[in-house]
């Protein structure tokens, strides 16, 4: 894909982590790659932890370099790479810096993105501070996850944004709608005749999204026990998931079709009565366990975490969605912390034939099933009923398998480099719009409430387990299971 769109890419944040690990790797290998950027396009490095450029750019060789390309690093393109970087010392808190910003960039060609790589309590005042200095136009705003904390502070950071911003210009990540299999999921809905006419009521008779993490808190205990993983990952990627395994075929792929389609799901979702709260949602928290046999501490213990903390590290849920297609279909979502496995998947389960003239095997209810695995090792698998060999009639579960790297040996690409590309492109779809994002809020609230307000802690579950025992009991009510239960 060849590119004369130029840019200015400015990058608050510039020496943080996601920068270190995830930005400047992705912004590397679209250089790399060749034809993706334009050789005009500027990256504008904004951060107070360095001097000069010098010293930004020996932060990028020691700390950056390290996260590029799995392959090694092509050295030719590394350095041309760094003579993209501009360097400008900005004290974020200190309004009157952004003078030297806008000095930086005013001969600098193309669309400006500025990427907010910060904490959300900075968005509202860097915004300020760039139209302080005229930088609001012909310009391009990207917002990090968490958008606030719930759907107040959410709608005052958006609020105060959109002053400064048009919807257009905002660009709202969730890096999962970046991954190539999530993609992938819209092209297998919409681009098969053979899945639609059973992607409904009358046919599935459960569905599961499961987004599980064998890595714990890491070094964001902070951060993480003022969030916890309803905030952190069911308000953002597991309802984006779950939009996209649920919507209806949007009428083209442009930006707004698809979020608008994205959108009817999250508003159709079923709210949660708070006193039903102990059916449908259940919040765990890591205490210390083996994964893969290395044992690993407790999240209480965990650095930056409160020792009596009841931020939940697990939340599985029961979903249902009230329109015509999904009425009466459980959705059940999982995420957590330090479990079993890392492993994101869907799992579609169909209902049983009516009658079975070969057996009850063929009348139990997920004898047909479709698991989308997301990663790692992105697969399809189509489980069916075949006929054992030999005498008599005996059903046994086969499947056929679809690897994608059998089919795909190149080309894929990371998240983050097709959602910044998109962004200097000027592409939304892949990008939550304002209303989605309150949808979103708006359902969760009443679940943090109710949690909140119960003052209940959390339900144990071990490290290098699948969360606490409630979760499968969530299941077991719906006489169904998650798919590692299975036998
Ligand atoms: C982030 C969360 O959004 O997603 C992290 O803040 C989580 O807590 C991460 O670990 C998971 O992303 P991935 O791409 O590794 O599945």
């Not at 917002?143 to 400064?164: F, Q, R, T, W």
């Not at 992938?184 to 681009?191: D, E, I, P, S, Y």
């Not at 489980?383 to 040996?409: I, T, W």
Request: aromatic letters at 8%; charged letters at 25%; proline letters at 5%.
């Amino acid at each position: 894909m060849q590119t004369d769109s130029s840019f200015t890419f400015v990058l608050f944040g510039g020496t943080g982590d996601l920068s270190m690990r995830k930005i400047l790797p992705a912004l590397y290998e679209a250089h790399r790659a060749g034809g993706m950027l334009a050789d005009s396009g500027k990256i504008v490095a904004v951060a107070r932890h360095a001097a000069d450029r010098g010293e930004y750019i020996q932060w990028v060789n020691e700390h950056v370099k390290p996260h590029v390309s799995k392959n090694g690093v092509d050295e030719t393109a590394w350095s041309s790479f760094l003579e993209r970087i501009e360097f400008v010392k900005i004290d974020l808190g200190n309004p009157e810096d952004f003078a030297l910003l806008r000095d930086a960039v005013k001969d600098l060609p193309g669309i400006r993105v500025f990427y907010l790589a910060t904490g959300p309590s900075l968005f509202v005042p860097i915004c300020r501070a760039l139209a302080s200095v005229g930088l609001n136009e012909n310009a391009r705003i990207v917002l990090e996850k968490p958008l606030g904390y719930d759907l107040k502070s959410s709608n005052a950071i958006n609020d105060a944004v959109g002053e400064i911003f048009a919807e257009e210009q905002i660009y709202r990540i969730d890096h999962y709608l970046g991954k190539e299999p999530v993609q992938n999921l819209l092209a297998l809905r919409f681009g098969n005749a053979l899945f639609e006419p059973l992607w409904r009521r009358e046919w599935v008779e459960s569905i599961q999204i499961t987004i599980a993490e064998e890595l714990g808190v890491e070094a964001r205990g902070d951060f993480y026990d003022n969030t916890g993983a309803l905030r952190d990952m069911v308000q953002n990627h597991l309802l984006q998931l779950l939009s996209i395994v649920a919507m209806e075929p949007p009428h083209s792929m442009d930006s707004d079709s698809v979020r608008d389609e994205k959108l009817r799901v999250l508003r159709a979702l079923k709210p949660i009565n708070p006193l039903d709260i102990g059916k449908v949602a259940v919040r765990g928290q890591y205490h210390s366990g083996v994964i893969r046999g290395t044992a690993v501490p407790a999240y209480a213990t965990e650095p930056g975490v409160k020792p009596n903390s009841t931020t939940e590290t697990f939340v599985a849920l029961k979903v249902e969605i009230e329109n015509w297609r999904w009425a009466g279909v459980p959705f059940f979502l999982r995420t957590g912390k330090r479990l079993a496995d890392r492993v994101a998947e869907i799992v579609v389960n169909f209902r049983a034939v009516p009658h079975s003239a070969l057996g009850a095997s063929a009348l139990r209810a997920g004898a047909n099933r479709l698991v989308i695995r997301l990663q790692p090792n992105e697969t399809i698998r189509l489980y069916c009923l075949a006929k054992q060999p030999g005498e008599g009639m005996n059903l046994a579960s086969v499947h056929l398998d679809l690897a994608f790297d059998q089919f795909f040996r190149e080309g894929q690409m990371e998240a983050y480099q097709r959602l910044l590309l998109d962004v200097i492109n000027g592409r939304l779809a892949l990008f939550v719009r304002r209303d989605e994002q309150e949808a979103a809020w708006r359902w969760v609230e009443p679940i943090l409430n109710e949690w909140k307000a119960s003052n209940k802690p959390p339900k144990p579950y071990a490290a290098g387990t699948w969360g606490p025992a409630a979760a499968s009991a969530m299941l077991a009510q719906h006489g169904t299971c998650w798919l590692e239960e299975e036998n």
